[in-house]
């Protein structure tokens, strides 16, 4: 079985992404690629930044694709941490108990580009904590110009939540976040695809060493980098911590059918199994078993 914890769709098929680019991929879309790769079920996550698409969704639409897709998407809420009227005491917890009750599972994908510790984005964090559903996060490396949470250079402030906020599983996701799996991550290449052998420990591994409410979302090029660029630390990384990885696509566009994430990590994971580098007990749960713990199914 495949849960894809990383998905995106939108019924609006009209509006491009950017000029002459192609719109989001949209519901039957999905649904159909998710049978070519052999997705059982996908996380549907609302697209609501104005940063990084022309298109805005309300979490109803998502709730709406659900249903009509026969239990095959889950549904996730995204909030902003400046909705109702902008202010770090605002009551979200109001909004998210109205949607977790309608049946979303968790909260993101987060791509408000302001900074982690921004009083309204903890008290964002905090909301999510009160409910018990884990957030998704895009992190970013600058204000403007790129969308996702601002963090520094070493995920200092990622670490600052971590701190605070315990008992929130924070799904971390983003090229900002998945260049930390090397220690030699630097100043120009921490927002890209950086390439070539780990250099050890990385930051990623020392936070989810530190802080058992991290947890890593593979999906995109950035998931996928992170573990082809040194196959055999990969190996190790899920190994040391299989109870907290998560397969995904992060499909959002036809073309993504002809990219390395459309069969790549699925790929990359099987493999593996075969070859005896990961675990059977391992391959199961980053499949799919830490996604139903995750998400209650």
Not at 15 to 25: A, I
Not at 156 to 169: A, G, M, R, S, Y
């Amino acid at each position: 079985m495949l849960i894809d914890i990383h998905g995106h769709c939108l019924k609006n098929k009209d509006l491009p992404y950017r000029r002459g680019d192609e719109p989001f991929v949209w519901p039957e879309l999905l649904l159909n690629m998710h049978k070519e790769i052999g997705i059982d079920h996908g996380v549907l996550l609302p697209v609501i930044g104005p940063e990084n698409t022309s298109v805005t969704q309300t979490v109803d639409e998502v709730l709406d694709i659900a249903r009509e897709s026969g239990g095959h998407f889950i549904p996730f809420m995204n909030l902003d941490p400046r909705m109702m009227f902008n202010s770090p005491t605002a009551d979200l917890s109001f909004i998210i108990e109205h949607y977790k009750a309608k049946g979303c599972k968790g909260i993101g994908e987060l791509t408000i580009n302001m900074p982690f510790t921004d009083p309204r984005c903890l008290n964002l964090f905090a909301a999510a904590e009160k409910n018990e559903l884990p957030v998704t996060i895009h992190i970013a490396t600058q204000e403007g110009g790129t969308y996702g949470l601002i963090d520094k250079l070493g995920l200092t402030d990622l670490e600052i939540v971590l701190q605070k906020f315990p008992n929130l599983k924070i799904l971390g996701h983003s090229q900002a976040f998945w260049s930390h799996m090397s220690s030699d991550v630097n100043a120009a290449n921490w927002g890209g695809y950086p390439t070539g052998p780990v250099a050890r420990p990385g930051r990623i591994a020392e936070l989810m060493r530190k802080y058992d409410n991290l947890l890593g979302d593979f999906s995109a090029g950035s998931g996928l980098n992170s573990l082809t660029r040194d196959p055999s630390f990969a190996y190790e990384f899920i190994d040391e911590f299989q109870d907290r990885l998560f397969y995904g696509t992060d499909l959002c566009q036809p073309k993504n059918r002809n990219s390395s994430i459309f069969f790549g990590l699925r790929d990359f994971l099987k493999n593996g199994l075969e070859e005896k580098k990961i675990s059977q007990a391992a391959y199961e749960k980053i499949t799919h078993l830490n996604a139903e713990r995750l998400l209650g199914l």
